[in-house]
């Protein structure tokens, strides 16, 4: 069964430093896409980023990049100058398009920005 | 304009009751899932549907129920098997595509008084 780890479950940055959240998961499959989701106060889930499989480069939105290893299981992102704003919780997610189609979220890590 | 719908916001529940749980989306998508979010536990899968009258087990359905008798609407009922039902629940949907983003719901906080 596929699994989402997210080993951290709060971290803490600087406003304007940069920031990286890990996350693992484990599959048997070649082609899926993986996700990071925001969920502020709010509670509102928001996309940050998708990557797919199959695409080498890793997926870039503004200050938002992920580190992608598929060898190795690893979607890490990366928030470069931090804001107050990203002040949230993060999931990871993973999601194969074929089988059962189910798309499987981490615990969350809990991302503090320091004035 | 189209989005995903959860209703009520807030829920109490007295204990031994059955409650549903609204989840409208007018974004015509074929797929809609139901998540329970406890804190520290991260995204939790119930049930999920791709399709009209067909829908799966997640990986804590115990008991909850569901049903998808419209693409439009995917009802969660959580029943009095339910032991732990204090829990903010999230709908989401998505299409069936590569690619794909799911779109979430507000939530619903669910409280048993």
């Known amino acids: 069964a596929q699994t989402v780890t997210q080993s951290q479950p709060e971290m803490s940055v600087q406003e304007a430093e940069t920031v990286t959240l890990s996350c693992t998961y484990d599959t048997s499959e070649s082609d899926y896409y993986l996700f990071w989701y925001k969920q502020p106060p709010s509670r509102q889930m928001i996309l940050v980023i998708r990557q797919e499989a199959y695409k080498q480069q890793n997926a870039t939105e503004n200050r938002f990049s992920v580190n992608f290893q598929k060898a190795a299981k690893s979607f890490s992102l990366k928030i470069s100058d931090s804001q107050l704003g990203d002040a949230a919780m993060y999931f990871c997610a993973y999601y194969y398009p074929q089988g059962a189609q189910k798309l499987v979220f981490g615990q969350g890590t809990r991302l503090t920005i320091n004035p | 304009d189209g989005g995903i719908t959860q209703s009520p916001k807030y829920l109490f529940r007295k204990e031994g009751q059955n409650v549903t749980l609204s989840c409208e989306q007018n974004l015509n998508h074929d797929a809609m899932y139901w998540y329970r979010q406890d804190p520290g536990q991260g995204l939790r899968l119930i049930y999920y549907?791709?399709?009209?009258?067909?829908?799966q087990k997640g990986d804590i359905a115990e008991g909850y129920s569901v049903s998808r008798e419209k693409k439009e609407s995917f009802p969660l009922t959580v029943t009095s098997a339910q032991k732990n039902p204090t829990a903010f629940y999230l709908c989401?949907?998505?299409?069936?595509?590569?690619?794909?983003?799911?779109?979430f719901g507000q939530g619903t906080r669910l409280t048993v008084v």
């Open positions: 989401a949907s998505s299409i069936r595509a590569p690619n794909t983003e799911a779109f």
């Open positions: 549907s791709q399709i009209v009258n067909d829908f």
